[in-house]
Structures are given as C-alpha cells and as structure tokens.
C-alpha cells in the first residue's frame, strides 16, 4: 500500500494521480480515502477509475488494466437464450425502481469476503440517481422485480456496476436492453471494470486500458446525463425485433 496515493475528503475531485500509477498486484488499484460526493465519483468514472472496498475497508479507487468492455455488437446470446427470451412474459422497465435494484445487487460480487455495496455506496448512488446520474434497468414479471442492473451514464458512455436475476436469464435481458441502446447509437460502449469468464461468454472484451482512456473521452464530452431511456415497457421479445 505504500504505493498508493491517499485522498483526504477536503481534497478537490480531480486529485487522482495518473491512472498510470495504479499498481499492477492488485490490478488497478490507485488511491485510497476521499469520500462519493458527485462531484468526485463523476471526475473520477470519467476518467476511468471508479470506488470498490468491502466493508470495513478504507474507500479504495481502481483502475485495472486491461479494462472489460461490450462495445456496439459485441454482446453474444446464445440460440438457447435468445429462445428463452422470445418466450419469456418478463417485461423491462427503466429507472423506476433505482433503490431497489441497488439493494438487490448488494452482497459479495466481487468479493467472498463480504458486501461491497456498503451503506455509504447505497447512499451515494441513490444520490447521483436523483440528479440524473445513476440508472436502473430492470427486469420485471407482473408486478415483481426479478432482475436488473444499474450503473452510471455520462455522455454516451454506460458505467455498469452490478447486476443481479432471481428469474433465468434476467440479467442478460437487462444487458440486452443496453445493448439496443448501443446498436442504435445513442450509447457507445458498456464499461463492465473487472474481467470474469461470465462476461467474456457474453461477449466481453478485455482492452488496454490505454485504449479504454482513448475511447472513454470523447464518448464522454459533453459531460452531460444520458436521457434517451425508452419511456414505455417493453417486453423481452421486443428487445430481440430486427
């Protein structure tokens, strides 16, 4: 830990040293302290870094190289799945349940050791959902929520953060949804942060993080809230209509 920079909650968002600096064991990691105020969580998404610590840990800031992404195209369904989703009564709403989507997700997805979701980390997101920052898309079946995902958008870029299903395959209906949004260009590209086997089945791709900074900038200029989410419901076999 020697290494790595440490932040004071009165330092100003943008005192992340070069992401350059992150150590390689454990990949990524950059600094440590500071707070999630909305200021410093969008500088910092923007610049490719973003907050994971389990609980009891000081707040950590990551930036792993190489970076998980799905790009425009990239998201792979098998055939079984996407037969699964023609047949399925669930439907997908966005941004209506952003609290709980969040608490749902939280527990030890990245880590065994205990939730990273902390309380804080609730606090925070719901924060930047109420200003616009942080959204929901979820997975319904009637009147239940059964899956979903949410994450930050800035530009045309989509920070994910976690999902979660309790009904077959919602999560990957939810990644559907996002990926619509991509083919039809109003967004370019899903920040997924850290590499699993699970995302790369789906089409994931792992990216220099160079490269990542290189693509992240401009999709992120103007710095302004992504508003085109669909307005109505739409049915999962909606999502797979050429």
């Known amino acids: 830990m020697s290494r790595v920079a440490w932040l004071s909650p009165g330092d100003p968002p943008d005192a992340f040293p070069p992401v350059e600096?992150?150590?390689?064991?454990?990949?990524?990691?950059?600094?440590?302290g500071g707070d999630l105020t909305t200021a410093r969580l969008l500088y910092a998404y923007r610049n490719g870094i973003f907050p994971w610590y389990d609980e009891g840990q000081p707040l950590?800031?990551?930036?792993?190289?190489?970076?998980?992404?799905?790009?425009?195209?990239?998201?792979?369904?098998?055939?079984?799945?996407?037969?699964?989703?023609?047949?399925?009564?669930?439907?997908?709403?966005?941004?209506?349940?952003?609290?709980?989507?969040i608490r749902a997700c939280a527990g030890p997805r990245r880590s065994e050791q205990g939730t990273w979701i902390t309380p804080d980390m609730i606090h925070a997101y719901e924060?930047?959902?109420?200003?616009?920052?942080?959204?929901?898309i979820e997975?319904?079946?009637?009147?239940?929520?059964?899956?979903?995902?949410?994450?930050?958008?800035?530009?045309?870029?989509?920070?994910?953060?976690?999902?979660?299903s309790e009904a077959p395959n919602a999560s990957k209906v939810a990644l559907l949804a996002l990926s619509r949004l991509m083919d039809s260009g109003d967004l370019g590209i899903l920040d997924c942060q850290v590499l699993s086997s699970h995302l790369l089945a789906l089409g994931a791709k792992a990216i220099p993080r160079d490269q990542f900074i290189a693509l992240l900038q401009p999709l992120c200029e103007p710095a302004c809230q992504f508003e085109n989410w669909p307005a109505d419901t739409l049915s999962a076999a909606d999502l797979l209509a050429e």
């Open 21 to 32: 600096t992150a150590l390689g064991e454990p990949d990524g990691l950059l600094a440590a």
């Open 60 to 101: 950590l800031w990551w930036s792993p190289d190489p970076r998980c992404v799905i790009r425009p195209g990239d998201l792979y369904l098998s055939r079984r799945t996407r037969r699964y989703i023609r047949q399925s009564a669930v439907e997908v709403r966005f941004n209506t349940a952003f609290g709980e989507v």
């Open 127 to 136: 924060e930047l959902h109420a200003a616009g920052w942080a959204h929901s």
């Open 139 to 164: 997975i319904w079946l009637g009147d239940s929520l059964v899956g979903g995902l949410y994450g930050i958008a800035i530009g045309r870029a989509f920070f994910g953060e976690s999902m979660w």
